[in-house]
């Protein structure tokens, strides 16, 4: 056992640590956390230093750090350990690891006992379908939650759901819908004071406002989103305004400014290990070069993406690097075999129930 002044110091440095947590300094805070903790508080200084991680976008890292805690806490701790199962679930369907997402997800709701975690576990459950492209059944589960947020008056809560349900409903292809949900999210986490809640209600509403062909409209959302994110250090979150609005720009006809943006945003990713978002940055590259005509450096950049999205079972992704491969080999003269990807990336969209294969303006 520690003895009283190091308990003391150690209670004191965990407090701080919370505190700056709570208002976003997750630097700061993993500052006092990386000194040595008393045995007895280190489970909790694991569990901080984890939750830091993850709100940066340190994902890969956060879920190994969580999955130690759960292998580690015992009984006594069953409130921490449901909250590091939680974690954990949220990093890996957030990094496409699904199976394994609801492997956890399955072992940690037969244990919440209470009402409140089963529904924060029924809800991370709606999120893993989400993940895995099981839209119906997953919109279906958001609508009970956003009811019972509205109910409880949860305005951040409501404005979340309401993001994911918005998310859902663009990649089913009901984009009029998704924007006119995404606008209530941002409604609602602007009545929260959520800045964190308005800014990936931005990004919903630049993404799904791009598809529709509203490329000004889309432009003013990404860069909404990209100010809010530059005083922060959520480091997925810059990373994604930079790519979002390269993949505006880059449709507006500014190529060399969105090549300026992707370049931001392969750094940011490749700095927190977002294979599959790095992915995306490769694959809006190779969609510059194909503008170029550069067909070398836009096949190379093509199926750089395609390994990656195919490594992290990001069906999406694959569709698009392979329609984008089609059209390439095509005007090289190499028809035969740009059909046949063609038609594997039509099948695969369809696969899905998504409508990737339809998208001008992505």
Request: overall charge positive.
């Amino acid at each position: 056992m520690p003895n009283k002044n190091d308990a003391m110091s150690a209670a004191l440095r965990l407090e701080q640590a919370k505190e700056l947590l709570d208002e976003g300094s997750f630097t700061r805070a993993l500052s006092i956390l990386r000194k040595s903790l008393p045995k007895a508080f280190r489970p909790e200084g694991d569990i901080l230093k984890a939750e830091c991680l993850r709100s940066q976008g340190f994902l890969a890292t956060a879920a190994s750090l969580y999955r130690e805690l759960v292998d580690r806490l015992t009984a006594p701790d069953r409130s921490s350990w449901l909250d590091c199962c939680l974690g954990l679930v949220a990093c890996l369907r957030s990094l496409g690891e699904v199976s394994e997402a609801r492997r956890y997800w399955s072992v940690g709701r037969k244990v919440a006992a209470t009402r409140e975690v089963k529904e924060r576990f029924d809800l991370e459950g709606a999120l893993i379908e989400r993940a895995a492209g099981d839209f119906k059944p997953c919109m279906k589960k958001l609508r009970r939650h956003l009811a019972r947020f509205k109910r409880e008056r949860d305005w951040a809560g409501a404005g979340y759901v309401l993001w994911a349900l918005g998310g859902a409903m663009r990649f089913a292809g009901d984009l009029s819908g998704s924007r006119r949900t995404f606008l209530e999210s941002l409604t609602l986490s602007r009545r929260a004071g959520d800045s964190s809640g308005q800014a990936y209600a931005w990004f919903g509403l630049g993404g799904v406002t791009r598809i529709q062909g509203r490329l000004a409209e889309a432009e003013r959302y990404y860069s909404r989103a990209l100010k809010a994110m530059a005083g922060t250090e959520d480091v997925f979150g810059q990373a994604y305004a930079h790519c979002g609005l390269a993949n505006v720009i880059r449709q507006r006809g500014r190529l060399a400014e969105a090549e300026r943006h992707y370049g931001q945003a392969h750094k940011l990713y490749t700095g927190i290990a977002d294979l599959v978002d790095l992915a995306y940055v490769d694959w809006g590259l190779g969609q510059i070069f194909l503008k170029r005509g550069e067909l070398d450096s836009a096949e190379k950049r093509l199926r750089v993406a395609l390994k990656g999205f195919s490594k992290g079972g990001e069906t999406r992704g694959m569709v698009l690097s392979e329609t984008a491969l089609a059209a390439l080999l095509h005007a090289r003269g190499q028809t035969k075999e740009a059909e046949r990807i063609f038609d594997q990336a039509v099948r695969r969209s369809r696969r899905a129930a998504i409508h990737t294969h339809l998208e001008m303006f992505t």
